[in-house]
C-alpha cells in the first residue's frame, strides 16, 4: 500500500527537544484505568509501605501487567479510589525482580530459556506496556509469536513526545535496545521508521544501523498521520491474518534496553507538554502519577485553557481534579484556549490568522505558519456538503462521507460494507471537515457496535453449533440403546 493522504497539522507552542527532570512532587495519584488498561487486581493495602518499582496493582485483562511504584512510600488507598495515592516519596534502589519466569507464569514453558526469562522480565519490569499491536492497538501476548516488529521514531500529531527529544544521548541504548528485541525473534523482520529527512541525528542513527542486516530501515515523509502503526504496517504489506505486528516507539526501545541491560523497572515517562497558551514548552522526564494541577501550573496555564492527553487531534479531555495524576501511557500534554466568547463578525473576517484545508482565509497567501489553535469551531454545524476533503486527507483510503451518509441513515451493515473498519482514527476527517462533523467520534462508535453484533453472532452460532452436537449425540446414545 502506497502512503496516502495526510495532513500537516502546524500549531503554535511545539515543545523544543530539551529534555527537562519534572522534580518530585508531594504525592502521586496513579490512575487504575488507562486508555488500554484497567488495574483491578490491586496488591496493597491502605497504609502499607512499598518500595520503588514494587507492584502497586496489575491487568488480569491483560497479561497481569503490573503498575509500578514509581517511588518508595506511604499507600493511601480505599476500593472506591479510581486511583493510588503514594504519600512520603522517597528515592530508593528498585528491588530485584525473580528472574526465574517458569515458576512466576505457567504458561511460559521452560523451553522458552532465555527468551522466556527476557520476555517475563520485560514484563514485570513495566518494558512491555511500550508494546502495541499494529491493528488492534492492544497489548500482545509477550510470550507469542509476532510476525514482525515494527520500531519508529517519528511522532508527527502536535503535541507528543518526539523521538529526537528522547534519543539525545541516548542514541547507543536505543541500538542496544534494537539488539535486544531481535534476540526475541526467530526469524521475524524489524522494521526502523524514520523521517525522510536530512539532520545530525538522522545521519548518526543510519551510521549507527549499518551493520545491522537484520534491521530493514524504512524512511516516510514527515506527514501526519504516517506515524500511525496500522498505516504503516498496510504499507510494509502486513497483513492482519499473518499474525500480530509488534509495534513500539522511541521510549518503548528504550525500556527495553533499561530491563534488559540493566535489570531496571521503567519508572519515568518522557512527556511533551506544548500549545499555544504553554508558556515554556518542553519535553519532560515525568513520573507516572504526577499531579496534573502541578504540571499545568509549571506550563503557566491559566484558567480558561482545555488540557487534552495526547495529542490536539486524537487526545482526550482531563480534568484537573485534586486527585488527578499523569496517565502512565501518557505521551504528550496539549493545551488549548477555551474560546469563551463568540467572535464578533467572525465570518466576514478575512482569517489572516487562521489555518483552513479549504483555500479560503488570506492565510492561504502566507505558506506555512505555526497557527494559535483554539478551541473554537468557527462555524455551526450542519449537514454534509460533500466537499470530499475528507476523503483526500484519509490515510486510510476509505470515503468518510459515505460512510457518514450510512450511519446517519441508522445503515450500520452498509457502513461495514463501506470498511469503516479500517478507519485507524487519527482524526484528520474531523479536522478538515467544514462542516463541523465528528466524524472520528462516529466512526469509533459504529466499530464498536458492529464488533458487538459480531461477537454476539459468534456467541449465537456456537451456542447453536453445541446445541445441535448435544443433540446428535443424544440421538446416537439413543440409538445405540435400542440397538441393544
Not at 119 to 138: C, I, M, N, P, Q
Not at 238 to 266: F, I, M, N, S, Y
Amino acid at each position: 500500500m502506497t502512503l496516502r493522504g495526510g495532513y500537516d497539522v502546524v500549531l503554535a507552542g511545539r515543545p523544543d527537544k530539551t529534555l527537562s527532570p519534572m522534580p518530585d512532587p508531594d504525592a502521586l495519584y496513579l490512575p487504575l484505568k488507562t486508555r488500554r488498561f484497567h488495574f483491578t487486581d490491586v496488591r496493597v493495602g491502605n497504609d502499607d509501605t512499598i518500595g520503588q518499582g514494587d507492584t502497586l496493582a496489575e491487568d488480569p485483562a491483560n497479561f497481569s501487567v503490573p503498575l509500578l511504584a514509581p517511588r518508595a512510600g506511604k499507600i493511601v488507598y480505599s476500593p472506591s479510589d479510581p486511583c493510588i495515592t503514594l504519600t512520603h516519596l522517597a528515592k530508593t534502589p528498585a528491588k530485584a525482580k525473580p528472574a526465574d519466569a517458569a515458576a512466576q507464569l505457567p504458561h511460559v514453558a521452560p523451553e522458552m530459556g532465555d527468551g522466556g526469562r527476557n520476555r517475563y522480565k520485560l514484563l514485570s519490569l513495566g518494558a512491555w506496556e511500550y508494546v502495541s499491536d499494529a491493528y488492534t492497538g492492544a497489548l500482545p501476548d509477550p510470550f507469542g509469536i509476532c510476525q514482525a516488529v515494527v520500531v519508529s521514531t517519528v511522532a508527527m500529531e502536535p503535541f507528543v513526545a518526539r523521538g529526537d527529544a528522547q534519543l539525545g544521548g541516548k542514541l547507543l541504548n536505543f541500538t542496544r535496545g534494537l539488539e535486544h528485541i531481535q534476540s526475541l525473534l526467530e526469524y521475524q523482520p524489524i522494521y526502523l521508521v524514520m523521517p525522510d529527512i536530512h539532520s545530525q541525528l538522522a545521519t548518526q542513527i543510519r551510521d549507527q544501523l549499518r551493520g545491522y542486516a537484520w534491521v530493514k530501515l524504512v524512511e516516510i515523509p514527515p506527514k501526519y498521520p504516517f506515524d500511525n502503526f496500522s498505516v504503516l504496517a498496510r504499507h510494509l504489506g502486513l497483513k492482519p491474518a499473518a499474525g500480530p505486528v509488534w509495534c513500539l516507539r522511541t521510549e518503548g526501545a528504550l525500556a527495553v534496553d533499561q530491563a534488559l541491560t540493566g535489570d531496571k523497572p521503567c519508572l519515568t515517562r518522557i512527556v511533551a507538554i506544548g500549545g499555544p497558551p504553554v508558556s515554556s514548552p518542553r519535553h519532560y522526564e515525568v513520573l507516572p502519577g504526577h499531579p496534573l494541577a502541578d504540571l499545568a501550573a509549571r506550563a503557566g496555564l491559566g484558567p480558561n485553557v482545555r488540557l487534552l492527553d495526547g495529542g490536539a487531534l486524537t487526545g482526550k479531555k482531563v480534568k484537573l481534579s485534586d486527585k488527578s495524576g499523569l496517565d502512565p501511557e501518557c505521551r504528550g500534554l496539549t493545551a488549548l484556549a477555551e474560546q469563551t466568547d463568540r467572535e464578533f463578525l467572525g465570518f466576514v473576517r478575512p482569517g489572516a490568522d487562521r489555518r483552513s484545508y479549504a483555500a479560503c482565509f488570506l492565510s492561504t497567501l502566507r505558506g506555512k505558519f505555526s497557527e494559535k489553535l483554539t478551541t473554537g469551531m468557527r462555524g455551526e454545524p450542519r449537514p454534509c456538503i460533500g466537499c470530499n476533503f475528507c476523503e483526500e486527507v484519509c490515510p486510510a483510503g476509505i470515503l468518510p462521507y459515505l460512510i457518514h451518509k450510512h450511519l446517519y441513515a441508522d445503515q450500520i451493515d452498509e457502513a461495514a460494507q463501506a470498511r469503516v473498519d479500517l478507519c485507524v482514527e487519527c482524526g484528520l476527517c474531523s479536522f478538515v471537515c467544514p462542516c463541523k462533523i465528528e466524524l472520528m467520534q462516529q466512526f469509533i462508535d459504529a466499530k464498536a457496535v458492529i464488533a458487538k453484533e459480531k461477537a454476539e453472532a459468534e456467541a449465537a452460532a456456537a451456542k447453536a453449533a453445541a446445541a445441535e452436537e448435544a443433540a446428535r449425540q443424544a440421538a446416537q446414545a439413543a440409538a445405540a440403546q435400542e440397538s441393544r
